[in-house]
């Protein structure tokens, strides 16, 4: 018989499922076997206390976070910070959400799953250098036309009521 040797993950692998105003997150060890779930605020410092809480449970390997692009931006932004790794996770499959259930703790689970199991291996949105700065840009741009038109109907829609000497005046506007 012959004994093949695998490396083994080694650290404490995190899943978060993220919202507007609390992060579910879930901590597995090196091997897949769920070591807690918790709840943390999205502040700065419930940021602080996510990344203390998975800590504890050892080395921070790599941390698995849906939405980095949305509600997870600040998180994911805080965990690089600390030097922890940071893998974008797509929302859960339909299919087996169906079979399993749906809820927080089952998502940020399988998360951190997918983050070990390296189905998750995109890196997270960063948000920030010169592709935010010119997504920034294109929303203002966006904005502003879509102001200015508003802004022109909006004018016109009461040149259609106003008095007869405004109305002329403002045809062809």
């Known amino acids: 018989m012959t004994i093949v040797e695998v490396a ?3 650290g404490v692998t995190g899943g978060v499922d993220t919202h507007l105003d609390q992060n579910v997150a879930a ?3 090196s091997i ?14 419930g ?9 504890d449970f050892g080395t921070v390997a790599r ?4 939405g980095t692009g949305s509600y ?6 805080y965990l ?5 790794q940071v893998v974008e996770v797509d929302r859960p499959n339909r299919q087996a959400r169906r079979r399993t259930g749906k809820s927080d703790t089952i998502d940020a689970i399988e998360a951190a799953r997918a983050a070990q199991g390296g189905r998750a291996l995109g890196a997270a949105k960063t948000r920030d250098g010169n592709v935010e700065a010119i997504r920034a840009l294109v929303v203002a741009r966006r904005s502003a036309r879509s102001t200015k038109i508003k802004t022109l109907n909006q004018i016109r829609h009461l040149g ?13 506007v």
């Open 72 to 77: 997870g931006a600040g998180l994911a932004r």
């Open 160 to 172: 259609f009521t106003a008095p007869d000497q405004l109305r002329q005046r403002l045809a062809g």
């Open 47 to 55: 940021h602080d206390k996510l990344l203390s809480w998975l800590a």
């Open 27 to 29: 901590a597995l060890d």
């Open 63 to 66: 941390v698995g976070v849906e």
């Open 8 to 10: 083994r993950p080694t």
């Open 32 to 45: 897949g076997g769920l070591l807690g779930v918790a709840e943390f605020p999205t502040t700065a410092d």
């Open 80 to 84: 690089r910070r600390c030097g922890v």
